[in-house]
């Protein structure tokens, strides 16, 4: 059977994630089956790997290291056997080379760039952002597909991830200053909002996720 490893270290909204993630597998043909896990031979020979995330990038990347084998499985599945992957929130931002939290701390360094904090140029822009923002962009990857121009999506967060490869930046949001929405490089693709959280324009995204061929 088709499996879905909804990768568990202690971090993110596994249970929201999940039933979003099992109403979009319902619609996939053959449907596979979501796990919650932090096993990392299930996770190794998943068919799709999602990382969810929520809180500071050093507190995530601790706790994902912490976990024996599972940096080292995640990196089986999707870099040696080219597994669709999804990182959510700061699942997505752990891809970057560094994230700048407090302090600097090194992440899996799948796509080059850094996460930093949100600088919005006006005051009235607070920090944390919190709320619904339009997508910017041509929305043409394949994550993305039969999103309108200016699809809502539902962000909660202070750090934003700022690729070095603007080629790598599938849609945009602005918040007092532009970041990276969607980030998508080969079988990689991650997400600053919560397509969880984002009703059915986030229910499309799951669904293309899980039709995603890369």
């Known amino acids: 059977m088709l499996t879905v490893a909804l990768i568990d270290y202690g971090s993110g909204n ?3 994630a999940e039933k979003a993630l099992v109403g979009a597998a319902r619609a996939t043909s053959p449907s596979p089956r979501v796990l919650i896990t932090s096993d990392p031979d299930i996770i190794a020979n998943a068919d799709w790997v999602v990382l969810p995330g929520v809180g500071a990038f050093a507190a995530c990347m601790a706790a ?3 976990l024996s084998g599972l940096i080292e499985a995640m990196t089986h599945a999707t870099r040696l056997r080219g597994a ?6 700061v699942g997505m931002q752990l891809m970057a080379s560094r994230g700048l939290e407090f302090a600097e701390t090194a992440g899996f360094g799948w796509m080059a760039g850094e996460v930093r904090r949100l600088a919005p140029a006006e005051p009235r822009f607070k920090v944390p952002h919190i709320g619904w923002n339009t997508l910017e962009g041509s929305l043409g990857t394949p994550l993305l597909a039969g999103l309108p121009q200016g699809a809502h999506m539902y962000f909660t967060h202070s750090y934003a991830f700022f690729p070095a490869d603007q080629r ?6 602005t918040h007092g200053e532009t970041f990276a ?8 693709a991650g997400v600053q909002f919560h397509p969880e959280k984002s009703q059915a324009t986030g229910a499309t995204v799951l669904a293309n996720f899980l039709a995603w061929r890369p």
């Open 14 to 16: 596994l249970r929201s």
């Open 64 to 66: 994902v290291g912490s």
């Open 84 to 89: 669709p992957f999804l990182g959510i929130c």
């Open 168 to 173: 790598d930046v599938a849609a945009r949001t």
């Open 181 to 188: 929405a969607a980030v998508r490089r080969d079988n990689l």
